[in-house]
């Protein structure tokens, strides 16, 4: 049947060497004593090298170890992986992996792969070559870098925030040819310049307060200040974040927004008041008196905090000697409070846009079912830094089998895009698992083939584990678990008297990199085992190596492993964080 065509002599027809060249992904050949034999263009480009300096001289010799990174492990780990694959004939599949490659300037250049090293056997079964393919995800892992370092924005948010800074130092360029006679002015207004990079940075009101009273001040030549804030609920009011030394921070922390003080007349009103001395303050309202004994105040100025039409609160400073209002000087303050203002804008904003962003989140973590025999406890705390949460879930739902299954991932990036490709992944993966009823490995396999199919491109890590719990058809006292693991930290496995270790095996790769072959995993759980599933944010620090953080978790898990599971998932949280880095998904699960 068919065309009548010879099938062998098409196969001879395919040029294997144009293939090999025409490869998407880097691939290099090697002999058994990592001699270079050949690498296809792709390899070339991606390490900037051309074919006769590669052809026929040892790889190590060839890409050496930065010596400027004498802890560096990319050499030995993939000498370690190649002759794995040389000495026991199978592919051996490497994690992320840092290596960086010489720059052809003298230096190196920090990179970052995913390799995969495959033996090539002869009609005998003996390895007569190598075959390394390792794909250059350096972008991935700096753009995770830099999404956990930097502030993620909207894109409407930032044009919006570059707008107001550009509007805010126009105004001190304005002021400055303005006061440009005065020395004492100029220093002053020079200083202003320089505190709107400050207040651009400022996450809260408190930090505001903290540029206005660290900086602001001496750059006014001001004794005292306060940045009060209005909030408008069933009674409006004034919130003084920061008030004058003395008794009155405490008696003033919060004003009718109708009252008589200087910064409820501003703010309510959108009056800007001045006081040159005791005379004029004690003379605005009666209740001033105390506030200047208390303070010691003579000399005050309050101006609303103003965006558009809306009032936000106002800005009052306050100096010790009677001191007179030049028009230059009210020009200076009404650009500081215009700067305050701007930026409290800001903060307000981003505190909607995460309060938005955050319950949208939690609307997407559902509870954990209730399942006879097994407690399932969940915690979800978005990172204090950002202004909007990320792609860090769990999930637990019953399979189709009745086996229950618990999953942690982590989407790369902390904006609105991870959240929309988590909340995709999460749902995609709970379908692909109730339909398959296969085993943890192939749910992966199938959610990759989904996600590629449906054109959604991301990066994540993730554990998906299935628990069954004793019974006739298997092991009648001990529950098991088969989990596979997607490039995510290890889970924690906590025994009943309290021995705690990581159920780490080898990494497989992340999802997104591309279909590759996954493995199970398989546990047995007696009765009272704990066992702990998280993302980075509880074990990543800036200041160490996220194995140190992982090594605290497991110690930790140990020593809190008596307490009920709600309670031993609140004292994780507490003893291993203050104010997060990045976003914690965690979820505990134990035998009951």
Partial sequence: MGDGRDPVATRATVDHARLFDAAPSPYLVLTPDLMIVDANEAYLRVTARGRQELIGRELFAVFPANPDDPEGTGVPNLRASLLRARDTGRPDTMALQRYDIPDGVGGFARRYWSPVNVPIVDEYGRVVLLLHRSED?????????????????????RRRVEEAEADL???????????????????RLATLVDLAADLAGCESVAQLTEVVVERGLGALGADGGAVAVRD????????????????????????????????SVSACAGETVFL??????????????????????????????????????????????????????????????AQCAQTLDRIRVHREQRRTSETLQRSLLSDPPSV????????????????????????????????TTVVIGD??????????AMAQIRSTLRGVAYVLGEPPAAIL???????????????????????????????????RLTWCN??????VLVQPDGTARLLATEPDPLLGVGPLPRADHDQLLDPGATLVLYTDGLVERRDAPIDVGIGRLREAAGRLFHLPLEAFCDALLAELTTEPDDDIALLALRIG
Avoid: K
């Fill in 137 to 157: 995800v350096t972008d991935f892992v700096q753009q995770r870098q830099r999404t956990r370092d930097e502030r993620a924005r909207g894109e409407a948010f």
């Fill in 169 to 187: 130092y126009a105004r001190a360029r304005e002021l400055r040819g303005a006061l440009e006679a005065q020395a004492v002015a100029n220093r």
């Fill in 232 to 263: 408008e609920g069933d009674l409006p009011r004034l919130t003084v974040t920061h008030g004058p030394a003395g008794g009155t921070r405490a008696r003033h922390a919060e004003l009718p927004l109708t009252g008589p003080l200087p910064p």
């Fill in 276 to 337: 040159p001395d005791r005379a004029a303050a004690l003379d605005f309202a009666a209740e001033m008196a105390e506030v200047v004994a208390t303070t010691g105040l003579q000399a005050w100025a309050s101006l609303p905090l103003r965006v558009g039409e809306r009032l936000l609160g106002a800005l009052t400073v306050g100096w010790r000697a009677p001191h007179p209002f030049e028009s230059r000087e009210v020009e200076v303050l009404g650009a500081f409070a």
């Fill in 372 to 403: 006879a025999g097994l407690d399932i406890a969940v915690r979800y705390h978005p990172a204090v830094a950002h202004e909007q949460v990320g792609g860090d879930w769990y999930d637990a739902f019953r399979a189709a089998d009745g086996a």
């Fill in 411 to 420: 989407v790369t990036g902390h904006d609105r895009a991870a959240l929309a």
């Fill in 445 to 479: 396999a199938g959610l990759e083939r989904t996600l590629h199919g449906l054109g959604v491109s991301t990066f994540a890590s993730a554990v998906v584990g299935h628990v069954r719990l004793p019974d006739a058809s298997g092991d009648p006292r001990r529950a």
């Fill in 486 to 491: 997607a490039g995510h930290p290890p889970p």
